[in-house]
């Protein structure tokens, strides 16, 4: 039973069992936000959680965290996970959130590493149907330009709510299959900022700008033209090599792979239909992967073996201990979640649609050559120890990419990076452009694997900071002290 209310000048809606306050603007008729307050993880900072509802059909959940540090002051970042499939709720408690997972799903610790350190935080489940995300009619996404357009709507609703965080820079951070979502997701925004605030026009009164300063993409996957070619060089001659001989019949074998693979995403792109792209997806995830797959490693991370008895499908065994800590009732209470849904970590259903539409394969890097343009910074970041989106693919299309910094990020050379907490050298960064951080920045993190938050806490922490504050990373100055 639904019922909905006014009071002091707020609407408001209860149902599930939940109070929520009920947010709606007349620019967008198709969308309203429910958000409650809950005191999970982290009391020490205010939080909201809810859902933003589409068409009265799909429901995309959030959880957002204020930062420790200023938050009045503190950027404004959005942090999606990919997949496709796996909800944001992942990287919230195993890699960055303001808690870590611990004892088998039985409870949760501080993280002392937290990006909300000097971050206001919006963790968002996407496409519908991941993580506590929904449809009431079985109407699903399956291609990122969709889901682009649906986040832009949650920005929207939610800053007209929380207009104290409509001033702060605005970052969109991702990992994995979000290498493909970010940039569609930036690219209607800025498409939409465009044309909302262009010279001359008057906007819709409670419609903000958003300030999109960046995007951050770690271990993604973004133009698999380069990418999937660069799975026998990463295999065979990176750091952690699973052959022996690097000319011998195996890696010979796998490079063989290779003109097919491109041959067929050539195809998708010229013809942009699913019956090309889909091909290309099939062919090349089954031959450049199959390697990665069948060798008893860890896929996400060259370093470590995976018992997938043990360890779970995905060789994570932390990824089980978070769905036993969501499905607790009074978790799911407290964040405004109707109790009959059941969390998933990873949802293989919404992979398969995705795959099926052979949305990986288009050239998300010309999403890109506006945005980066106009000014919107971007940070290509990859552990060094993960097999799927390998350091070296990522390395290779940022610079392959047009913009008006291809020429200087072509020249640029890697230089190492310290952090500046404990003075470990955690890696390497190139970059290009004016001053600070860089307009375009490619940072391998040694010894991390696709998650780089989880396998390198302090790195991931230290490279954060220093990018959402526009300082490089090859340089510890005094102008960085204020991160410690």
Not at 13 to 31: D, R, S
Not at 153 to 177: C, D, K
Not at 277 to 282: D, E, F, K, S
Request: proline share 6%; hydrophobic share 35%; net charge negative.
């Amino acid at each position: 039973m639904v019922h909905k209310w006014s009071e002091a000048g707020k609407e408001f809606v209860h149902q599930n069992g939940v109070t929520y306050e009920l947010v709606q603007h007349p620019h967008f008729k198709n969308y309203k936000l429910r958000v409650t307050e809950p005191t999970l993880c982290d009391a020490s900072v205010k939080q909201y959680s809810g859902y933003l509802d589409i068409s009265d059909s799909k429901h995309l959940f959030f959880w957002f965290f204020e930062s420790r540090v200023s938050p009045e002051t503190a950027p404004l970042v959005m942090w999606l996970n990919g997949g496709p499939g796996c909800s944001s709720s992942t990287g919230l408690l195993m890699e960055l959130g303001p808690c870590a997972i611990a004892d088998e799903g039985k409870n949760t610790t501080v993280n002392e590493h937290s990006w909300n350190t000097h971050a206001n935080m919006v963790f968002l489940d996407q496409p519908v149907d991941v993580g506590f995300s929904y449809t009431d009619n079985g109407e699903s996404v399956n291609n990122s330009e969709d889901a682009g357009i649906d986040v832009h709507a949650f920005m929207q609703l939610f800053l007209s709510r929380f207009p104290q965080y409509a001033a702060l820079p605005f970052h969109v951070a991702t990992e994995s299959y979000g290498g493909t979502f970010a940039p569609n997701i930036a690219h209607a925004i800025h498409s939409e900022n465009k044309k909302l605030f262009s010279q001359g026009f008057a906007p819709a009164p409670g419609l903000s700008k958003i300030n999109l300063e960046s995007l951050l993409i770690g271990n993604g996957m973004t133009d698999n033209y380069v990418q999937m070619a660069s799975m026998p060089d990463y295999l065979c001659e990176g750091p952690y090599p699973i052959y022996d001989d690097p000319e011998g019949a195996q890696c010979q074998a796998l490079r063989s792979k290779v003109p097919t693979c491109q041959r067929l995403i050539k195809a998708c792109r010229d013809y942009n239909s699913r019956f090309t792209c889909v091909p290309a997806a099939l062919y090349c995830n089954s031959q450049l992967y199959a390697p990665v797959q069948q060798s008893g490693l860890n896929p996400y991370d060259a370093r470590r073996t995976c018992d997938r008895e043990r360890d779970g499908p995905l060789c994570y065994q932390q990824l089980g201990w978070i769905e036993t800590w969501m499905n607790q009732a009074e978790v799911k209470q407290a964040l405004g979640v109707d109790p009959s849904r059941t969390f998933e970590s990873c949802n293989m259903n919404v992979n398969q649609a995705f795959l099926m539409q052979g949305d990986s394969m288009h050239y998300t890097p010309a999403l890109l050559t506006d945005l980066v343009n106009d000014g919107v910074r971007l940070l290509i970041y990859a552990g060094n120890a993960d097999m799927m989106c390998n350091y070296m693919g990522n390395e290779r299309w940022l610079t392959d990419m047009d913009s008006v910094f291809k020429d200087e990020f072509g020249k640029a050379v890697n230089e190492p990076w310290t952090t500046l907490r404990s003075g470990t050298k955690a890696g390497t960064v190139r970059t290009a452009g004016a001053s600070g951080a860089g307009n375009v920045t490619f940072v391998t993190i040694h010894e991390a694997g696709h998650m780089v938050p989880f396998d390198q806490p302090e790195a991931g922490l230290d490279m954060f900071n220093r990018w959402i504050f526009n300082l490089p990373l090859n340089e510890n100055t005094d102008a960085h002290s204020r991160l410690l």
